[in-house]
Nanobody, 126 residues
Framework: QVQLVESGGGLVQAGGSLRLSCAGSGRTFSTSVMGWFRQAPAKGREFVSA????????DYAVSVKGRFTISRDDAKNTVYLQMNSLKPEDTAVYYC???????????????????WGQGTQVTVSS
């Protein structure tokens, strides 16, 4: 199973940018679909973005499309989430997730992932 560690969170003003990183270990990283989810206080964990094992297929939540970009560097076993034009409603704990798959697809629900990081806090002030 892949082990995941997120980094890059912090406090930023509205309109600013952050880049989250998720470092993975384990033999299956390069064949795993990778996802980013977030959870705000008193809310459920929600899908943000996902990228297929090849990097050729990506998906985004409507709320972040056009502002966030997901990418991966398998040589470094790392997936990134570039977040631009941040809004106060983006404030949440962001989690990285992984699932080995045999097809070049993305997955967008919590239940479809079997490895999770501990999360990194993102706070956007108005």
């Amino acid at each position: 199973q892949v082990q995941l560690v997120e980094s890059g969170g912090g406090l930023v003003q509205a309109g600013g940018s952050l880049r989250l990183s998720c470092a993975g270990s384990g033999r299956t990283f390069s064949t795993s679909v990778m996802g980013w989810f977030r959870q705000a206080p008193a809310k459920g964990r929600e899908f943000v973005s996902a990228i297929s094992w090849s990097g050729g297929v990506t998906d985004y939540a409507v709320s972040v499309k056009g502002r966030f970009t997901i990418s991966r560097d398998d040589a470094k076993n790392t997936v990134y989430l570039q977040m631009n034009s941040l809004k106060p409603e983006d404030t949440a704990v962001y989690y990285c997730a992984a699932r080995p798959v045999g097809y070049n697809i993305v997955k967008t629900t919590v239940a479809e992932y079997d490895a999770w990081g501990q999360g990194t806090q993102v706070t956007v002030s108005s």
